[in-house]
């Protein structure tokens, strides 16, 4: 394997008169700051991506670029650096943001190596404006995650999330709840009013329940026409009355589909995670029997689980 990090830094020796021709001529900003953390030297590229002048940026204290939560912890590491200097490649280190002219920050990637310059030893800074990048890795994440038709998440960050609010529970005996629903009969809908009458079906509703949510629902999409919510911090019977108001809210919504209006009604199953949960996969599972017990029942109802047999973790 190759570490690239923390090599012994190979020293440049040159003049500010040498070395602008060649730092103009690369397509990165370089920022060069001597071991009183001041700026000595940039090229063009510097100054218009911080969106200050070359004089102004020439003789700065290099904090001018770094946003002020940074700065401490960011001056504590030039020092650092100066203190045993080393040559460290992009993109391997964390994440950082440099700070513009006009207060908006750009993320940036850095790369630093030790020069000589005009007889004093420097660092040399190669800032790489990487927006595009992490806007499109934000992207990617996002819509890996989410359902692009309702906005809401999708099955995977269901099962990771309920993974994860299992352990929480299991940690600290607080209740979580999932409503877990299914529309009636939507086979039905798609076919009296289009499958374009059943998206539409979809998309309000999902439009509605965002408006219900606290912050730390989590609202997923995780089939065709199968939702789940949970509910963290949420005591059964607080769940089941969450249910019932959506529920109720849909059975109560006008749908359209061209000149058409009509109704649509669900079907839900509510669990909580109890103490013999031995994973996340339990409550899924009960949520959707019940569901199923409501599908059964002649649907458009709640259908809660049995606290007498299966106790729910309470507060
Ligand atoms: N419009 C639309 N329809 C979808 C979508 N995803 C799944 N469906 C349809 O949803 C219907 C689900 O049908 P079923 O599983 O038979 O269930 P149902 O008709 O709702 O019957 P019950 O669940 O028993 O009440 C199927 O016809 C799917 O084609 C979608 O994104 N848009």
Redesign the pocket.
């Known amino acids: 394997m190759t570490v690239l990090t923390h090599k012994p830094a190979n020293k440049l020796i040159t003049t500010s008169s040498d070395l602008l021709p060649f730092i103009e001529s690369l397509p990165d900003a370089i920022v060069i700051v001597n071991q009183e953390h001041r700026i000595v030297l940039v090229n063009t590229v510097a100054a218009v991506m911080f969106g200050h002048p070359v004089e102004a940026l020439n003789g700065s204290d290099l904090t001018l670029l770094i946003p002020v939560p940074n700065r401490n912890s960011h001056s504590q590491s030039v020092e650092g650096y100066f203190r045993a200097p080393h040559s460290r490649p992009m993109g391997v280190e964390k994440r950082f943001s440099g700070l513009r002219a006009d207060g908006t920050e750009v993320p940036v990637d850095i790369m630093i190596n030790t020069i000589v310059l005009d007889g004093a030893e420097a660092a040399m800074a190669v800032v790489r404006d990487v927006s595009y990048q992490r806007a499109l890795e934000e992207r990617l994440t996002r819509e890996s995650l989410t359902d692009g ?1 309702t906005g809401f998440f999708n099955r995977r960050y269901f099962v990771a999330q309920l993974e994860a609010h299992h352990s929480d529970a299991l940690r600290s005996g607080l209740p979580t709840s999932v409503m877990m629903f ?9 076919d009296q009013y289009g ?5 539409t ?2 998309i309000d509703t999902a439009t509605m329940i965002q408006r219900e949510l606290r912050a730390l629902d989590v609202a997923c999409r995780i ?3 199968e939702f789940a919510i949970i509910l963290p911090n949420t005591q059964l019977n607080n769940a089941v009355a969450f249910a019932e108001r959506i529920r109720k809210r849909i059975e109560n919504m006008e749908f359209s589909s061209g000149d058409v209006t009509f109704h649509a009604t669900i ?1 839900v199953g509510v669990a909580s995670f109890t103490s013999t949960d031995t994973s996340y996969d339990s409550l899924m599972k009960r949520a959707d029997k019940l569901l199923y017990a409501g ?1 059964a029942a002649g ?1 458009n109802c709640v259908i809660a689980q049995d606290s007498a047999i299966d106790s729910p973790l309470i507060a």
């Not at 299914?182 to 798609?190: E, G, L, R, S, V």
């Not at 499958?195 to 998206?199: F, P, Q, R």
Request: aromatic content about 8%; charged content about 30%; overall charge negative.
């Open positions: 038709m299914d529309f009636d009969h939507f086979k039905t809908i798609n499958h374009a009458g059943g998206d079906v979809l089939g065709g026409e079907t599908k649907r």
